[in-house]
């Protein structure tokens, strides 16, 4: 089984482990997605953890994944997200991905599954917008935030409104000893 922390801030969400293919390592980015075998393993992870079916994978396999346009899409729900960008260029931006390569439904395990009519990058983004636009029906595309901590790049969903960070073990904890650290500071200079 592929280690999780090999793609950190892993989430429930298809489409945001995505956009968290990209992080922060001593202050410079890192992109997660530079080589085939990365775009491999990202898709075997998220069929291990049950984000993809075995169907959907099967499918997406029948043409190569393309890296360029796999990061594209990933850079541009990122930029929405980030900057909350035009609503009607995003959601324009998924309805071309679900027409590249339209999807049909199986019902496996009493749940219908989106399966892509073609492979490769085009079948995995369909399946990706398709959950968004999901969200987008449900009034929840408002919920997925950018994490408040500068030296991290991951997004989240923020079910009740108030969490800031991607992880209060991480991110919340090393903003936390910030402020800290910056305060305890000022107050031994001050006296």
């Not at 009493?110 to 073609?118: A, E, F, V």
């Not at 079948?123 to 595309?141: C, D, P, Y």
Request: aromatic content about 8%; hydrophobic content about 35%; charged content about 25%.
């Amino acid at each position: 089984m592929i280690q999780k922390t090999s793609f950190s801030h892993f989430s429930d969400y298809l489409f945001i482990n995505l956009m968290n293919t990209l992080k922060m390592q001593n202050h410079n980015p890192i992109d997660l997605l530079t080589e085939k075998e990365n775009a491999t393993q990202w898709l075997t992870l998220m069929e291990e953890n049950g984000l993809l079916t075995a169907s959907q994978i099967e499918q997406i396999k029948q043409a190569p994944i393309q890296l360029d346009d796999l990061r594209q899409f990933r850079d541009e729900c990122r930029d929405h997200f980030a900057s909350n960008k035009s609503h009607d260029s995003f959601i324009h931006l998924l309805t071309n991905a679900t027409k590249a390569a339209p999807l049909s439904f199986l019902l496996e395990k009493k749940n219908l599954t989106p399966l892509p009519s073609k492979g490769g990058t085009q079948g995995l983004l369909a399946i990706m917008a398709f959950q968004v636009l999901q969200f987008e029906g449900a009034g929840l595309l408002n919920k997925v935030k950018a994490c408040e901590n500068d030296d991290c790049l991951a997004f989240f969903i923020d079910q009740k409104g108030k969490r800031k960070w991607c992880s209060m073990e991480v991110c919340g904890n090393r903003k936390k000893a910030k402020k800290h650290y910056y305060t305890k500071t000022k107050t031994s200079k001050n006296t």
